[in-house]
């Protein structure tokens, strides 16, 4: 490999520009060793985990010193920086085209962001069966990402997906529905609940539980029929005392006892049941669905059933006491168990541990934990000298995840003065539940995982950021997860300020989105069907436009970060999310 160069330029562009080679004793290594790298061309993309070995004084260069063997490759060269790199044959610069037109050539990731400000809306893939993916073709399954026509142009404040309902909130807090379980007629979104400025969303079996911007909280009928025949609520009209009937039946979830200007202000909710969470942080909880009464102690409420609930409406609103005090900062749900994060970085679960969703070891006489109990985290660095601190929480299905800060601290003997480590933060992130599909992330299959698991490929991963001048740890910025997959957006360092007037190599790049778990109904996006254990790219979303351009290699999907963009004649904040939903998955604009 005596041809390769040093990079010449700073590890922003670590996640662009450093591939994978297979083993070196392989025919692809081979090849790719004399052609790829000798043309410059952008080697395959594969899921890739960097660990920074060594930064040359000056920049003058990169020494990488180890690759993950779980990604099937003992070593990663460096190639050269794509402002730097010649342009492969098929994407050579083409006479008379103009600045845009050539980053375009030369970049997939800065056309992925330029496509994503110009053509805004939802590309959705996955099972089909309840016409949610897309409700206006009998199609089961959508094996690759489509758009979905009448998103076109619409930015989303929340999006929520099952198999067989969707759900979504427009820019102006309007609710729109959709799937068989809502109607067997509907073949577009309808809106239904509108006029109350909602901004998140929550789907149990049957219902729907909305947040206002107020604070209030919605419960809605997911069917339509319901939603007519149910009992409709008087509201105030536009005339001066003068009340009328809702258009749509929905209930009220308001939690009581909150103090003058403590209002909620996020919801998460799993089949049966909801969390409710105050500006406060205080936490609550309440039935969510109309046909099952939450019963395995998701709900946080020692002993409530519905034999022991106390008299009023079955889904009345309960202070989680046990959690009071605690200053409760995040929330997460999976199907039958809950999660709450505190502001000085502990977790709480509490639910079904039936497959060690709760970060605690299996136990056939307490399957259930009905109250809030505290995950030690400190037992996941025992002997390191790292103190660790969890950051966010994400669950689904039957699976937790949260990531941690961990910091290097002092330990017992250590000269502090010739530590120079000290205060060194790691992103880690950890998995636990059910994994016979993949849905851990940890390249394992396991049926039940009590204690929780680090993700390797999402775990002490650092890059150089120019605008700190120091090696900052890569964290996750969002954790998505769906009945048995899930999606992880990085926190790498992003570039969306190319303009007319900065250089033509001046390119756009967006943060690294990486996908693992079930497949069973293409919901990964790869393409094939076979579950997938560890994390992995994904092509990119609007292939077509990718060939429009002549390019032909592989390139891997980026998402694109918050950015002020003007979008249908007007200037507005926009970023892409992601939502795994049951079996189906999905990429929208959201403001």
């Known amino acids: 490999m005596s041809h390769l160069k040093p990079v010449r330029y700073h590890l922003p562009l670590l996640s662009r520009t450093f591939r994978p080679l297979a083993p070196n004793n392989s025919p692809q290594h081979r090849k790719w060793s004399r052609a790829s790298v000798r043309a410059g061309r952008a080697l395959p993309h594969r899921p890739l985990v960097l660990i920074l070995g060594a930064v040359l004084a000056a920049g003058a260069g990169i ?114 529905q959709w799937g068989v379980d809502h109607s067997e007629a509907s073949t577009q979104p309808t809106a239904t609940l509108t006029g109350k400025s909602l901004i998140r969303l929550a789907l149990s079996r049957d219902r729907i539980v909305a947040l206002s911007s107020k604070g209030k909280v919605y419960s809605i009928p997911i069917s339509k029929a319901e939603q007519t025949s149910g ?36 919801i998460s909710g799993g089949l049966e049941h909801v969390l409710l969470l105050t500006s406060a942080g205080r936490l609550y909880s309440a039935a969510s669905a109309s046909d099952q009464f939450p019963s395995r102690g998701q709900t946080g409420i020692p002993g409530l059933t519905w034999g022991t609930r106390p008299e009023g409406p079955y889904d009345q609103c309960h202070e989680i006491t046990t959690l009071r005090g605690f200053g409760i900062k995040k929330i997460a749900t999976g199907d039958l168990h809950s999660l709450a994060l505190d502001s000085e970085g502990r977790l709480f679960t509490f639910g079904d541990n039936s497959v060690g969703q709760l970060g605690f070891d299996y136990n056939p006489e307490a399957v259930t934990i009905d109250a809030p109990s505290l995950l030690s985290t400190q037992r996941l660095y025992a002997g390191t000298n790292l103190k660790p601190r969890v950051t966010n929480v994400a669950a689904g299905g039957m699976n937790s995840f949260f990531t941690v800060d961990a910091t290097r601290v002092a330990g017992q003997g250590e000269d502090v003065s010739q530590q120079h480590s000290l205060g060194r933060v790691t992103a880690d992130a950890f998995s636990c539940g059910q994994g016979i599909r993949g849905t851990l992330g940890n390249g394992r299959w396991s049926h039940v995982q009590g204690t929780p698991t680090k993700i390797k490929a999402l775990s002490g991963l650092f890059e150089y950021d120019e605008k700190l001048a120091k090696v900052i740890p890569i964290r996750l ?40 778990g079930g497949n069973e109904y293409y919901q990964l996006g790869t393409g094939r069907r076979n579950n997938v254990s560890n994390p992995t790219y994904i092509p990119p979303l609007d292939t077509e436009a990718e060939k429009e351009v002549g390019r032909k ?39």
């Open 477 to 516: 910025a969002q954790l998505s997860v769906g009945e048995s997959h899930a999606c992880a957006t990085m926190d790498n360092v992003t570039h969306l300020e190319a303009t007319a007037s900065s250089s033509k190599h001046d390119t756009n790049w967006g943060a690294d989105i990486l996908w693992w």
């Open 63 to 176: 020494t990488i010193t180890t690759g993950s063997p779980t990604f099937g490759f003992n070593r990663l060269y460096a190639e050269a920086a794509e402002d730097a790199r010649p342009v492969s044959k098929s994407l050579k610069r083409k006479k008379g085209v103009s600045k845009e037109e050539q980053r375009d050539l030369i970049s997939s990731q800065h056309l992925q962001v330029k496509k994503s400000w110009e053509n805004p809306g939802v590309y959705a893939w996955g099972s089909n069966s309840g016409r949610v993916v897309a409700p206006e073709v009998e199609e089961p399954v959508i094996k690759s990402p489509r758009r979905f026509p009448y998103f076109d142009g619409l930015l989303l404040r929340d999006l929520k997906l099952s198999q067989r309902a969707g759900a979504a909130i427009t820019s102006n807090g309007d609710l729109l």
């Open 231 to 266: 009992p409709r609520p008087w509201e105030s009209s536009w005339l001066p005392f003068w009340s009328v009937r809702s258009p749509v039946s929905y209930r009220i979830l308001q939690p009581s006892n909150l103090s003058w200007g403590e209002q909620v202000v996020d």
């Open 553 to 591: 290699e592989e390139n891997r999907f980026q998402i694109t970060p918050r950015k002020t963009v003007e979008v249908n004649g007007k200037r507005v904040s926009m970023e892409q999310r992601v939502e795994c939903g049951r079996n189906l998955s999905a990429v929208y604009s959201g403001t």
